[in-house]
């Protein structure tokens, strides 16, 4: 019995010394997010200052790529939702041609910028060889996660809530 008392008095003695550095060494440093500049579909310029206080999404797709067409929808609803709240997502398509892009931003409503990719984006942001995915920038500038696949509204909504803070 006194042999399982002193442990447990050793035991919360090492955690409550221990503790201040555990929490700290608990904290993770997000890499700064890359400054870019991209033209949207209606000739806008974007780039990434222009969003100063506000948590991003960079969400790379295509107009062939099925999960990307299911994932919109729950993109356009969030995004009316919290547009005004800080919310900005960027629709980067990886397609070819601008005018089947253009042609399916209109058919879908999609209240949000839509840019084509550039090399230089696809080098700073490496989204990789899947689509969808989604860079997440919190209000700092910082990327927070990469969401490789789709992404569903609920998702969408808590990364947004979780950095909005």
């Given at each position: 019995?006194?042999?399982?008392?002193f442990i447990?008095?050793?035991?919360?003695?090492?955690?409550?010394?221990?503790?201040?550095?555990?929490?700290?060494?608990?904290e993770k440093e997000y890499p700064p997010a890359p400054d870019f500049t991209l033209t949207d579909l209606?000739?806008?310029t974007i780039s990434l200052a222009d969003f100063e206080g506000k948590v991003i999404f960079l969400n790379f797709w295509?107009?062939?790529?099925?999960?990307?067409?299911?994932?919109?929808?729950?993109?356009?609803?969030?995004?009316e939702k919290y547009k005004d709240k800080g919310?900005?997502?960027?629709?980067i398509s990886v397609d070819r041609g601008v005018s089947k892009v253009r042609e399916f931003v209109n058919d879908t409503h999609i209240p949000y910028p839509v840019a084509m990719f550039t090399n230089e984006i696809i080098k700073a942001y490496q989204p990789g060889r899947?689509?969808?995915?989604?860079?997440?920038?919190?209000?700092?500038?910082?990327?927070?996660?990469?969401h490789v696949?789709?992404?569903?509204?609920?998702?969408?909504?808590?990364?947004?809530l979780d950095l909005n803070k």
């Amino acid at each position: 019995m006194k042999k399982v008392l002193f442990i447990s008095l050793l035991s919360c003695f090492l955690l409550a010394w221990l503790w201040p550095s555990l929490i700290i060494s608990a904290e993770k440093e997000y890499p700064p997010a890359p400054d870019f500049t991209l033209t949207d579909l209606n000739g806008q310029t974007i780039s990434l200052a222009d969003f100063e206080g506000k948590v991003i999404f960079l969400n790379f797709w295509a107009t062939w790529c099925p999960p990307c067409r299911q994932e919109i929808p729950g993109f356009i609803e969030i995004y009316e939702k919290y547009k005004d709240k800080g919310m900005v997502i960027i629709g980067i398509s990886v397609d070819r041609g601008v005018s089947k892009v253009r042609e399916f931003v209109n058919d879908t409503h999609i209240p949000y910028p839509v840019a084509m990719f550039t090399n230089e984006i696809i080098k700073a942001y490496q989204p990789g060889r899947f689509i969808p995915t989604t860079i997440i920038i919190d209000k700092e500038k910082k990327i927070r996660d990469k969401h490789v696949g789709y992404m569903d509204k609920e998702t969408l909504e808590r990364y947004f809530l979780d950095l909005n803070k």
